[in-house]
C-alpha cells in the first residue's frame, strides 16, 4: 500500500470542497432496464483488458452495454470515479488465498496472486504506482498481508515494512514482464525475433574481447522463464525476511 500516512491530521487539514470519496457515496438502485453500477465496472474492465485502459470512457462503456451515456452518469459520476471503482474490482478477483499459518508460505501466495491480478489487468500495475487505493478489495488484500505475518511478528512497522516490501518486489518483478508485451506490441517481433535482430551485433561485441563476463552468461547462463525468475527473486527476499527480527 505504500508508506502509512497521518490519516488523522491530514483530514484536518482538507479544504471544504473536497470531493466525497467514491467508497462512502451511496448508490442508486438502477431503473429496470439500466445497467447497474456492477455491469458499468466490468464492461469498462473487458474494455481495459483487451485494448489498454486509454480505450474506457463513459461513452464506449455505454456503447457496450447499449445504453445511453447519461444513464452511467446516473450511477458513476465520471470516468475518474469509473477508475477507482474499476481498480478495486480488479483486485478483488479471484478471492486471495486463505492463510495457513506458515507466515512465508502465506506471503509466497499472495505474492502470486498479485502478480497473476496484475497480468491479468496489465493497465493495473500504473494505477497502483502511487497513492494507495483505499477501496474494499484493495484494503482487504492488504489487511490478509498484514495477517500472515502474525506468527512471524507482532511489531506492525515491522510487518507492514515487509509487505510493503514484497509488494514492491512483485511490481518490479512485473512490470519487467509487461514492458516485454508492450515491446512486442511495438515492434511487431518475438523476443525470439528480437533476439535473432541483435545476434549478429552482439557477436560484434563479445568478439572484442571487452566483456568478458557478459560473454559467459551470453555463452554459458541458462535461461529462465519469467515465472522461474520471478520464483528465485522471491524465495531470496523470503530468505531475507526471516532473518528481520
Not at 485494448?51 to 465520471?78: D, F, I, K, P, W
Amino acid at each position: 500500500m505504500g508508506a502509512t500516512a497521518n490519516f488523522e491530521n491530514e483530514r484536518q487539514a482538507m479544504p471544504d470542497n473536497t470531493p466525497q470519496l467514491v467508497w462512502s457515496k451511496d448508490r442508486r438502485t438502477p431503473a429496470r432496464r439500466a445497467p447497474s453500477v456492477e455491469r458499468i465496472v466490468r464492461a469498462a474492465l473487458t474494455i481495459a483488458d483487451t485494448e489498454g485502459l486509454e480505450a474506457v470512457s463513459m461513452r464506449r462503456v455505454a456503447t457496450e452495454l447499449a445504453s445511453g451515456t447519461a444513464s452511467l452518469y446516473r450511477y458513476v459520476a465520471g470516468r475518474d470515479e469509473l477508475l477507482d471503482l474499476m481498480i478495486d474490482a480488479a483486485q478483488g478477483e479471484p478471492d486471495a488465498p486463505a492463510l495457513t499459518g506458515d507466515w512465508r508460505a502465506d506471503l509466497a501466495a499472495l505474492a502470486q496472486h498479485l502478480r497473476d491480478t496484475l497480468l491479468a489487468h496489465p493497465w493495473l500495475a500504473a494505477e497502483l504506482s502511487g497513492r494507495p487505493a483505499l477501496g474494499p478489495n484493495a484494503l482487504r488484500r492488504y489487511d490478509i498481508g498484514l495477517a500472515a505475518l502474525i506468527p512471524f511478528t507482532r511489531d506492525i512497522t515491522l510487518a507492514t515494512n515487509i509487505v510493503d516490501t514484497v509488494t514492491s518486489y512483485v511490481f518490479g518483478a512485473v512490470n519487467h514482464v509487461l514492458a516485454e508485451i508492450r515491446a512486442q506490441q511495438r515492434t511487431g517481433l518475438t523476443e525470439d525475433q528480437w533476439r535473432a535482430t541483435v545476434g549478429p551485433y552482439l557477436r560484434e561485441v563479445i568478439a572484442t574481447g571487452d566483456y568478458p563476463n557478459f560473454a559467459r552468461r551470453l555463452a554459458d547462463a541458462e535461461d529462465i522463464t519469467d515465472t522461474a525468475r520471478f520464483d528465485f527473486g522471491l524465495n531470496c527476499l523470503l530468505e531475507g525476511i526471516s532473518r528481520a527480527r
